[in-house]
């Protein structure tokens, strides 16, 4: 891609109408969030997978949805930057979003209001 993680960021919010410089304070705040602030202005290929990822959750929520569809959000981020996630998810839930996240990851099992456990695709348990 030719997109730096902030023009990756600002691309929804642009097919949706808001100014460029609505966009660009939205996307700088959204990275700094997501701990890529100083990230901004690199392309793809010079971010590691996990600040891909990152810049992937930050433009997901660039035109702040009420639901939220992750999967395994924290699958290739290290400990530290799990938590960083991990907080992002808890304090949205705290603001009301409806997150539905499939993942392994028990810390963020461990937020959910409602766990449907799922093998072989089948719904195995609910809690």
Do not use: C, W, Y
């Not at 705040?29 to 590691?48: A, M, N, V």
């Not at 996630?85 to 810390?107: E, P, Q, S, V």
């Amino acid at each position: 891609s030719t997109l730096t993680a902030e023009e990756n960021v600002m691309f929804p919010m642009n097919l949706a109408g808001m100014t460029l410089k609505e966009q660009r304070e939205k996307a700088v705040s959204l990275l700094k969030k997501i701990g890529l602030g100083d990230r901004r202005e690199h392309l793809p290929f010079q971010l590691s997978a996990g600040e891909q990822q990152r810049v992937a959750i930050a433009r997901a929520l660039a035109n702040d949805p009420p639901i939220i569809l992750a999967d395994e959000p924290t699958a290739n981020l290290d400990k530290n930057t799990s938590m960083l996630i991990r907080d992002l998810f808890n304090d949205m839930k705290k603001d009301g979003k409806t997150i539905i996240i499939a993942t392994h990851d028990d810390f963020l099992i461990n937020l959910a209001n409602r766990v449907i456990i799922f093998e072989d695709g089948e719904i195995t348990s609910e809690e």
